[in-house]
């Protein structure tokens, strides 16, 4: 079994900053791209940023500047640092990965995604 924990959320002043953890766990063989989505109330979740396995990152226009994606890849982590947050930015925020498995002792073909259960991150102006 797969699992993926996100942690670190919560409630920040405007300006402020927070750090995301996901930490995945389980009969892990290899983990390809990681990310960070959020989905805001009433609206369609958003991809925030991406990793590669070898660093390679990319980010929404609108964290740009502010947010940096980061991966250790011998623990299986992956770190969201969030600095100068905005109201805006306020959302429960989910890591993905796509993570190649073991099943009866084996690395199974293909990668996979899942999904952390999300953590809420409060900006108050």
């Known amino acids: 079994q797969v699992q993926l924990v996100e942690s670190g959320g919560g409630l920040v002043q405007a300006g402020g900053s927070l750090r995301l953890v996901c930490a995945a766990s389980?009969?892990?063989?290899?983990?390809?791209?990681m990310g960070w989505y959020r989905q805001a109330p009433e609206k369609q979740r958003e991809l925030v940023a991406t990793?590669?396995?070898?660093?390679?990152?990319d980010y929404d226009d609108s964290v740009k500047g502010r947010f940096t994606i980061s991966r250790d890849n011998a623990k299986n982590t992956m770190y969201l640092q969030m600095n100068s947050l905005k109201p805006e930015d306020t959302a429960v925020y989910y890591c993905?990965?796509?993570?190649?498995?073991?099943?009866?002792?084996?690395?199974?073909?293909?990668?996979?995604?899942?999904w952390g259960q999300g953590t809420q991150v409060t900006v108050s102006s």
């Open positions: 990793i590669t396995s070898g660093g390679t990152t």
């Open positions: 993905n990965a796509a993570i190649r498995a073991y099943s009866g002792g084996y690395p199974v073909r293909n990668f996979r995604d899942y």
């Open positions: 389980g009969t892990i063989f290899s983990i390809n791209v």
